[in-house]
């Protein structure tokens, strides 16, 4: 995540289903996690739970802590959750420079600036193994795409092999480990030659 955090993948609310076909959620049951924060409860406390077998979406998060990610970018308000600028919404105005005809004013991230790619990639960066499924609704396939053409440019060492037709987690699906072995083994050689 965050090729290019300047999209509307992260930046505009969402009024339809975006992510995987899943249904919106509804930010009134997630309140204890929307800002201003009345009691929230630290993170090291907060388990990986899944809905059993029977559940009708069997398998799916049972902790709300796992789907606040996905409600932050349907509220297209996820970069007030990373950077903790909620007022005044670095979101809004990001929202905003993003659909003008003006050049990007970067004094609008002065304050959080490392976490943009876009802005960052130097020579210095290490080697990098992008994969990325086609089919990707949660990352875009066109971040990894951007993050590519920045460290090209860079003269960084890169390689972006993308997977026709895989959403998000592909790697998790049953069967991933023999139908993507030769991906697999692409980017255990890549690393191997990188860090020995």
Do not use: C
């Not at 090729?3 to 009134?28: C, H, I, N, V, W």
């Not at 066109?142 to 960084?156: C, I, M, P």
């Amino acid at each position: 995540m965050g090729g290019d955090l300047l999209t509307d993948q992260y930046l505009a609310p969402k009024a339809q289903s975006f992510l995987r076909g899943r249904e919106m959620l509804d930010p009134a049951q997630f309140s204890d996690y929307m800002h201003p924060f009345s009691n929230l409860q630290s993170t090291s406390d907060s388990p990986l739970v899944y809905h059993p077998q029977s559940y009708h979406i069997p398998g799916y998060p049972a902790n709300p802590r796992m789907l606040i990610s996905r409600l932050y970018l349907q509220l297209g308000v996820a970069l007030d959750y990373i950077t903790g600028q909620h007022e005044p919404s670095l979101s809004v105005a990001l929202r905003k420079a993003i659909h003008t005809e003006d050049l990007f004013d970067e004094a609008l991230i002065s304050d959080h600036k490392i976490i943009f790619p876009q802005f960052n990639v130097t020579s210095d960066w290490p080697a990098t193994y992008l994969i990325h499924g086609t089919s990707d609704t949660a990352v875009l396939p066109q971040e990894s795409r951007n993050l590519h053409s920045l460290l090209s440019k860079a003269g960084v060492e890169v390689v972006l092999e993308e997977l026709p037709g895989r959403e998000h987690s592909f790697d998790y699906q049953p069967g991933a480990e023999l139908e993507n072995e030769g991906s697999f083994d692409n980017i255990v050689q890549f690393f191997y030659r990188h860090l020995t």
